[in-house]
Structures are given as C-alpha cells and as structure tokens.
C-alpha cells in the first residue's frame, strides 16, 4: 500500500479498524481462557493443546468443555423419581357370623352312587356335599338353581335340577364351621327342559356325566352309563 495513502483522514480510519478488530480478538480470547479456567484447571492438569491433539480446525480445543456444559444444561439431566412408598394393606374386617358364605370359604363336591352301570330301571343317584371352611357360621343358599347338579352326555343337556322348579326356588342354610350340609338325589332317567314339558323323554342308553354347580365353583365330572 502506498504511504501517502495512511497519510490524512483515510490513515487514521484505516488504523482504528485495524485497532478495534485487535482488541475484539484479545476479548474474544480472555473470555473463553476464563471460561476454561472456571471450569476446574488446575496446576496438575495438562494444557488442552496437549490433551486435545486431534481438534478439528477451526474450533479452539479450550471451547470444547464449554460447549459440552452449554449442550448440558440445554437438553437438561434427568432427575430420578422418587420410588413410590409402601401403601400399607388394608386390613380385613373380621367376618360376623350369619353372614352370606364368600365362595372362597366353601368346598362342594359330588359323589355318584356305588353302580357305575345302571342297567333296566335302575336309577343313578347321587351326593352332595357343602362345607363351610370359613372362621364363622355364614349363610348360603342350597336351593336347585343356587346349587345345581347338571346331567349331560357330550355337548346335550340332559337334565338339570334348576329346570321346572316350583316358587322362588330358594333355600337358605346355615352352614356351621366344618359341618357339611348334604343332599342326596336320584336321577329318574329322564330328560328335562327349561320349557317344562309335560311328558319328558326317557334318556337313552349311552354314557353320561353328572357335574355340581355353585356361583363360579364346579366339581369333578362323575361319569356313569345306562343300558
């Protein structure tokens, strides 16, 4: 560049531009350099020319931590949940006796008779027992819809206590702690229907299953034959 040229009014403009970039570099470079130092250097921690040999060029290694913490503190730590207390168990009212019997308190089941074989007019007959495990006399209804015994043979629906049944149908018992309430039953051989019929079929010879139903309890199958 000429020398005339810095001469005057345009020499002065050109040497505090060139002045004024000088000193925004220089603030530039102390803000990062006290950045860095805030950031944890001591007198045993190597230099991040040293520790940063592989920067890419255009970025300073000194920057790097202080990005990294801005990037941090941007997208937020996650804090951990605090685990949820214990809720306490709710404690059981004690039953009172005279109460209706809860399912999980009773025990049915179903006996057939001796003949596994019924042949001619013999009728199969049959045992039904409910008994009460519970702490206190509770109350249950024994009567032929609550506590059915149902006779089918494969997918057809033979003959059931709860078809036909004459008033409510309903039979409340007091069940005694370990007392077993006990009905016994004898099957005419002949079919039965919701309809009530006036004359029902007669069950044909084959084989039958006799099963004891209560709310959602079932017995075992008690299987028999007719000849």
């Given at each position: 560049?000429?020398?005339?040229?810095?001469?005057?009014?345009?020499?002065?403009?050109?040497?505090?531009?060139?002045?004024?970039?000088?000193?925004?570099?220089?603030?530039?470079?102390?803000?990062?350099?006290?950045?860095?130092?805030?950031?944890?250097?001591?007198?045993?921690?190597?230099?991040?020319?040293?520790?940063?040999?592989?920067?890419?060029?255009?970025?300073?290694?000194?920057v790097d931590p202080l990005l990294a913490g801005l990037?941090?503190?941007?997208?937020?730590?996650?804090?951990?949940?605090?685990?949820?207390?214990?809720?306490?168990?709710?404690?059981?009212?004690?039953k009172r006796p005279g109460e209706p019997c809860s399912e999980e308190d009773l025990v049915l089941s179903l006996q057939s008779g001796k003949e596994q074989i019924y042949a001619g007019n013999a009728r199969p007959?049959?045992?039904?027992?409910?008994?009460?495990t519970g702490s206190v006399?509770?109350?249950?209804?024994?009567?032929?819809?609550?506590?059915?015994?149902?006779i089918t043979s494969g997918a057809d629906r033979i003959w059931s206590t709860a078809?036909?049944?004459?008033?409510?149908?309903?039979?409340?018992r007091e069940l005694q702690r370990g007392v077993p309430y006990v009905r016994s039953l004898e099957w005419d051989r002949r079919r039965s229907s919701p309809d009530c019929r006036a004359t029902p079929a007669a069950a044909l010879p084959g084989t039958y299953v006799a099963v004891a139903r209560m709310g959602k309890m079932r017995t075992t199958k008690g299987v028999f034959h007719l000849r």
């Amino acid at each position: 560049m000429d020398p005339d040229t810095m001469r005057g009014d345009g020499g002065d403009v050109y040497w505090r531009r060139r002045i004024s970039v000088l000193v925004a570099v220089l603030v530039v470079v102390a803000v990062v350099a006290w950045a860095c130092s805030a950031g944890g250097s001591g007198p045993g921690r190597s230099s991040s020319a040293q520790s940063s040999p592989s920067a890419t060029a255009g970025t300073s290694p000194a920057v790097d931590p202080l990005l990294a913490g801005l990037r941090t503190l941007a997208m937020g730590t996650a804090t951990p949940s605090p685990s949820p207390s214990p809720k306490p168990s709710p404690t059981k009212r004690p039953k009172r006796p005279g109460e209706p019997c809860s399912e999980e308190d009773l025990v049915l089941s179903l006996q057939s008779g001796k003949e596994q074989i019924y042949a001619g007019n013999a009728r199969p007959s049959f045992l039904v027992t409910l008994v009460n495990t519970g702490s206190v006399m509770c109350k249950a209804d024994v009567g032929p819809r609550a506590m059915e015994i149902r006779i089918t043979s494969g997918a057809d629906r033979i003959w059931s206590t709860a078809d036909c049944v004459s008033g409510e149908g309903t039979e409340i018992r007091e069940l005694q702690r370990g007392v077993p309430y006990v009905r016994s039953l004898e099957w005419d051989r002949r079919r039965s229907s919701p309809d009530c019929r006036a004359t029902p079929a007669a069950a044909l010879p084959g084989t039958y299953v006799a099963v004891a139903r209560m709310g959602k309890m079932r017995t075992t199958k008690g299987v028999f034959h007719l000849r």
